[in-house]
């Protein structure tokens, strides 16, 4: 079994900064590419950023200089720095990781997701 396991959402003001935080564990023989996705109210869920295991990120434009995605390979863990938050940032942040529980096989897993609110 493997879990992918978010946190670190809250109520945030406008301007201000969260730190997300998804760890993947279980039985995970290889973890590739993680990232974080977002679905607002009556909105599709779309891309924010993705991470390849050798570091190389991927950001939608509209986050670009605002979140940083990093990860921590020995930890399976991916984080997201959100700094400059706008109320159009509320949402749930689900995170997604690619592994592979076994050598012959790999697969997307999806966190339950976490709540972002961002609100004077």
């Known amino acids: 079994q493997v879990q992918v396991v978010e946190s670190g959402g809250g109520l945030m003001q406008p301007g201000g900064s969260l730190r997300l935080s998804c760890a993947a564990s279980?039985?995970?023989?290889?973890?590739?590419?993680m990232g974080w996705y977002r679905q607002a109210p009556g909105k599709q869920r779309e891309l924010v950023a993705t991470i390849s295991r050798g570091g190389s990120t991927n950001y939608a434009d509209f986050v670009k200089g605002r979140f940083t995605i990093s990860r921590d390979n020995a930890k399976n863990t991916v984080y997201l720095q959100m700094n400059s938050l706008e109320p159009e940032d509320t949402a749930v942040y689900y995170c997604?990781?690619?592994?592979?529980?076994?050598?012959?096989?790999?697969?997307?897993?999806w966190g339950q997701g976490t709540q972002v609110t961002v609100s004077s």
């Open positions: 997604n990781a690619e592994i592979s529980p076994t050598p012959w096989r790999k697969a997307n897993y």
């Open positions: 279980g039985s995970i023989f290889f973890v590739y590419a």
